[in-house]
């Protein structure tokens, strides 16, 4: 147990594997990180000995947030954990979306278990990402200091790390730990490992590592996107799938989100939000693209994203875990395992005529298998569509739910219609402000982001939100209260289903609302297995 533990944060061996291979979409491998022979310290050492180099192993993390493992075999990966996977588990852990298989059973109904796979694997690749941006943070930290880059390409290299170290962090809090709104943060966090883990003396002291509060991990999250802020560039050559300063304020506008703390993110967005429209960022010049479906169809090049994933023919999550072959209907070549939820495609706040429906979801016709499924990502041939992680339309509502928040309708309008004024006909848009404005943010979140994995990120922030939250899980629907004949999806005259036969919701006490840490972990790390999260209710 011990060893596989630390292999999954042992990335000397990947952090020279970084120089072998090539970044983002061009990466094919069909080896095992694991079957690499081991690697020298000057062998590891020559990954930061040239500027080339360097961009390669900074490239090499990219990859490993793409690519990841499965079951630690690099051969077998899936898109853990932000190739596709952070995506449909975010949403396979809501309501929004359909399970119509077995395939993401246990993360829809609630039962992942120490050694489930999907839980398991997202714990071990973010921590191998996160291993690795550590290791490329104390690589170019050295590098700059021996003149190989300069200072300022140095902390250019350390805060696209720290970006995605908080970025990784971020997602592990989501899923293992309870929201910031629980005790102001003072439950347990997860374990924020900022020290590279290159040896067997390094894991040893990792090991004694505990979970820290969830303000504790707030507040490095912070730091790290802060560094982040201040030291990357407005743009990137290599486009939107590495990170910029617009990356770093979008993200922390995300995690202030988090914290409940309306000031800090109005303060964050607005460096991305000018006062009145046309909202075009003077940071990045992010501005919404002109359809809805600008930031899917021209996924790699768009005005609207601010940081994606890249895939690509040859480096993707594959048939078990591509964007495309799980959202995707059979009768397009996906495989037709995740259809959109008639809890949201009939909901009354969902207007019938809105654009969305027609441009970003489509309809599968089989005979006794009609669904509606999410349209965001459509390359079902090569799977090369890239999974986007933040893009401008959120930061406008992030920032619409603030001002509401704050008593700020007219702003917090403003920005809303931003968004959904695109998509819906002129008599169903806000002149003024509805009567529950943040009620109508969220739901438009709830429409705008859906097929991206913010839902369950959403239903885990607000889960103790007197006025918005569901204290828990919320039910879901199975197929079999479906008739599949094309009547169940009506947005005109939603049908009724039986109020039987779906998932149960489950409360915010029970063990399903975290997952656990995987008993591997928890079987190695001592401190860990004393701070394992609620196995049973």
Known sequence: MKKLTFRSYNFRRAAVAAILLAAGTSIVSCKDFTELAPISLASEESAFASPGNIKLAMMGVYESAAIGTYQNLKSSARGYPFGAAAIEQGEMRGEDMLNIDQFYAITYEGGANPTSLNNVTMW?????????????????????????????????????????????????????????????????????????????AAYE?????????????????????????????????????????????????????????????????NKLIPASAPYKSPIGAFQLTAEPDGPFTSYKNNTESIFSIANGPNANGGSNGALPAMFGPASLNGRGL??????????????????????????????????????????????????????????????????????????????????????????????????????????????????EGRRWADIHRLALDAAYGFRGIPAKMKKEQMKLDGTDYNAVTPPTFPATGGVPSYAYESYRFLWPIPAEETAANPTLRAQQNKLSD
């Open 124 to 200: 071990h690749t973010l921590y191998a990402l996160i291993n690795q941006a550590n290791i490329l943070i104390e690589g170019v930290q050295k590098a700059g200091a021996k003149g190989v880059i300069t200072d300022a390409e140095a902390k250019a290299y350390e805060g696209e790390a720290r970006f995605m170290r908080a970025l990784s962090h971020h997602e592990l809090l989501v899923h293992f730990s309870f929201p910031y709104a629980d005790a102001a943060g003072g439950k347990w966090g997860v374990p924020y490992r900022t020290k590279a883990i290159t040896s067997l």
């Open 205 to 269: 002291e990792g090991l004694k590592m505990d979970r820290g509060t969830v303000k504790d991990c707030y507040t490095k999250l912070i730091a790290d996107l802060d560094f982040a802020e201040a030291n990357l560039p407005d743009k990137q050559p290599d486009g939107v799938q590495r990170a910029t300063k617009g990356a770093a304020i979008a993200l922390k506008a995300r995690i202030k989100q988090h914290m409940g703390d309306w000031d800090g993110v109005i303060a964050e967005s």
């Open 338 to 451: 995740v259809a959109t939820s008639p809890i949201l495609y009939n909901a009354s706040f969902w207007k019938a005529t809105d654009k969305r429906r027609a441009l970003l979801q489509v309809y599968q016709p089989t005979t006794g298998s009609r669904y509606y499924f999410n349209y965001k990502y459509r390359d079902y041939t090569t799977r090369a569509d890239w999974a986007p992680m933040l893009r401008y339309a959120e930061v406008l509502l992030t920032a619409a739910e603030a001002h509401a928040r704050k008593g700020q309708n007219d702003r917090a309008l403003a920005l809303l219609n931003a968004v959904r004024n695109r998509s819906v006909e002129a008599g169903d848009q806000f002149t003024t402000p509805p009567a529950d404005l943040v009620l109508a943010i969220l739901q438009e979140r709830r429409i705008e982001l859906a097929g």
